[in-house]
């Protein structure tokens, strides 16, 4: 049987630099499903569909074929043959990903996806509802936070360093406003599992969390 880790919590705190460094130092293979909602989404954009018209999306849904594979190590994931995996990066992308993830149709598709990779490979998962919903019996369950303060902050530090200009006010609203959404919609909402780690990254730097997390594994005897 494959061992499955689980681990969610809002955008930005830091579950794919986590879940990546974790995979590389386990040998598992990291899955991160937020890029298969991006995805998704950036087929939607493409097409100039509202993220309220569901119908449109629905009957998209059909034509839609997602695809992953591992690239020295690194996903890569394919929307109909191409790799999208640089162009599903902005915030806007991002911001369609969190409002289109909200319909049944589009999770159904992205779910079965997720279950067979789980299924053939030990795996690391990062997204909302892993843990809650689609490896509910994953042998670990990590619930990865931060302030919201932190979060923009580090967001901010990331942009400042590539040289793009941006207000830190602007960037916590953004953050408070796709928690809501994540947290609020009806299917899968974001929300700590029953059984799982609550791990607040808020004053840990990345081999904090990283160490956090492979305490809790030894302590079920996974390492
Ligand atoms: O983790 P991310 O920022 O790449 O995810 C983009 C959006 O996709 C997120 O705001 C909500 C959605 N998502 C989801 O609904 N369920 C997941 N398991 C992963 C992402």
Redesign the pocket.
């Known amino acids: 049987m494959s061992i499955n880790i689980a681990i969610d919590g809002p955008?930005g705190a830091g579950?794919?630099t986590i879940a990546k460094r974790l995979a590389a130092e386990l040998s598992y293979i990291y899955v991160?499903?937020?890029?298969m909602?991006?995805a998704m989404a950036l087929y939607f954009m493409e097409r100039g569909i509202s993220a309220s018209d569901e119908q449109a999306i629905n009957d998209l849904c059909e034509d839609i074929d997602i695809t992953i594979a591992y690239e020295a190590g690194e996903q890569q994931v394919y929307l109909n043959g191409a790799n999208v995996s640089d162009r599903i990066r902005t915030e806007e992308v991002?911001n369609m990903?969190?409002l289109t993830?909200v319909y049944a149709k589009v999770?159904a598709k992205l779910v079965e996806l997720q279950h067979a990779l789980a299924k053939r490979a030990n795996v690391i998962m990062?997204?909302?509802?892993?843990g809650t919903c689609?490896l509910p019996d994953a042998q670990v369950k990590i619930y990865l936070t931060a302030s919201v303060e932190t979060r923009a902050k580090r967001r901010y530090d990331e942009l400042q360093a590539k040289g793009v200009s941006c207000d830190i006010g602007k960037i916590e609203r953004d953050i408070e406003k796709?928690d809501y959404?994540?947290m609020n919609r009806e299917i899968?909402p974001l929300r700590q599992a029953k059984d799982a780690h609550l791990v607040d990254s808020s004053a840990l730097d990345i081999d904090e969390v990283v160490s956090a997390i492979k305490n809790i594994c030894k302590e079920k005897n996974l390492i």
Do not use: E
């Open positions: 955008a579950k794919s991160d499903t937020g890029a909602y991006r991002g990903a969190s993830s999770r990062d997204g909302r509802d892993i689609v796709r959404q994540d899968s």
